[in-house]
DNA sequence: CGCTATGTTGACTGATATCAAGAGCCGTGG
DNA sequence: CCACGGCTCTTGATATCAGTCAACATAGCG
């Protein structure tokens, strides 16, 4: 049951912002992040809520700013599949949509920076540098979508997993800028369940592979939600990749 | 094994072009179409050649004038998934990219109207209305994607066959304007094979739900390649989606 | 200290893949 | 004109991977 968001009345300065130079307003210049910085309200999410339902209008699109966020469909009969992971720096919402694609869930505690539709598109027709990123996102999104349409396509729940965590490992690095080489450890921000709708398995799959993986050495379990990937190059051996699982930044 | 694509010498002028209100020039007015019109050129594949390797340097970028043209992933065993078709209007290419992400492959004979990716790039940069257009575009790409990562992730064999003719007959109601409603007819531009890298399923897999289909009566099949729909709303039901199967256009 | 979420494991089932054979179609060349 | 070879497609028999159903374990929380 989706519960109102709390507004946070402390909003971090642009210029102090932890995703300044990945969001969608990486380019903006300083009379440009002026007018996003007005615009601009804070919303917070508690793990578990749902932001909004399939359908629902969508007022305000966003950044994530920490936190993770899903976006689900489901078929008539309750199957569901994940068809986005949004994390910080990621961008919600379709500018000239009014009603949300999407069921977007928060999985963790959430904090998304919240523009109102109408007004960000506005500046979004004026202003070159957020409109340049915002496609220069979206290409990477559909770039992101391909590769999940092999992994769901054609690869073993197997090789998903490790292609799974292959790409959390990336994407940390990304957000770091540490290349990941040799031991290293990333929290999962998601239930097995949401693993499951994430690779089109079922939680007991997902279960029992993870079980496998860590029998075979090629992850540590510190608790459930924390995985310690003894060489990054075995998990992608693992993940059945062309070569080395594309590129790490 | 590729082989040069025919350049024709006879290109159809922009305002008489089939793609004219749909592909990424759409929104262009005369002068922006002028700069169009003196950069293009047309080149013609043959049905079964590659346009270009997934890693290969890729210096055009283009629209489908007409024919089909499959954008395909490789795992390092040879399993392959199709993770784009492009139809007429679809843009090829990503701007800011030099080597092809993808295997581009004509499935049928092909028409592309091509610009070198450089002075596109330019143009892009100072022609909003074609940049507009660009995001529009990608962002419709990214929502096709991920209707897909559905039916890729949940969807039954059957369901997967069914979807993928609905969305067929969709296209083409979107390209000729006529609302899909009882009896239709689609040709199939796509072997049995390069059906299945589609849908993520073997090619035996797929004959055999076309023949299953056939047998209930929800498809006929006029040879192999000529598809008969008796009732496009039964085709959707077959298809296991939650509404209407999207809108129609 | 139970209660509910989440996660693991086991036994069994079933949908789709795999392996194999053959049919239909088309272009080529004797 | 017909025979041949190469595709594409269909159909059948069998194997296998992941799903389903069920029981239990663990952990966080009121």
Redesign the interface.
């Known amino acids: 049951m989706p519960q109102d968001a709390v507004l946070l009345t402390t909003q971090v300065a642009c210029d102090k912002c932890p995703i300044r130079n990945r969001a969608v307003c990486a380019h903006c210049e300083s009379d440009e992040l002026a007018e996003l910085e007005a615009a601009k309200l804070y919303r917070n999410y508690e793990a578990g809520q749902v932001v909004t339902w399939s359908g629902d209008p969508m007022e305000f699109v966003a950044s994530v700013v920490s936190g993770v966020a899903t976006?689900t469909?489901?078929?008539?009969?309750g199957?569901?599949?994940?068809?986005?992971l949004l994390l910080p720096s990621d961008f919600l919402g379709?500018p000239?949509r009014q009603k949300a694609?999407?069921t977007v869930t928060a999985t963790t505690d959430l904090l998304l920076c919240c523009f109102q539709r109408r007004p960000f598109e506005n500046l979004l027709?004026r202003t070159?540098r957020l409109?340049?990123r915002?496609?220069?996102m979206?290409?990477d999104?559909?770039?992101a979508?391909?590769?999940?349409?092999?992994l769901?396509?054609?690869?073993s729940a197997r090789e998903k997993i490790a292609s799974f965590l292959a790409i959390l490992c990336r994407r940390e690095a990304a957000l770091t800028k540490v290349k990941p080489n040799g031991r290293l450890a990333i929290s999962l921000p998601l239930t097995r369940e949401a693993m499951a709708d994430y690779?089109?398995l079922t939680l007991e799959t997902v279960s029992r592979q993870m079980t496998a993986l860590r029998k075979d050495g090629v992850i540590e379990m510190d608790g459930k939600r924390h995985i310690i990937i003894p060489s990054y190059h075995l998990l992608v051996e693992e993940s059945?990749?062309?070569a080395d699982g594309g590129p790490l930044i």
């Open positions: 976006l469909q489901t078929l008539e009969d199957r569901t599949q994940m068809v986005g379709r000239g694609s999407y027709n070159p409109s340049t915002l496609l220069e979206t290409l999104e559909l770039d979508a391909r590769e999940w349409l092999l769901l396509g054609r690869k690779l089109g059945g990749d062309d």
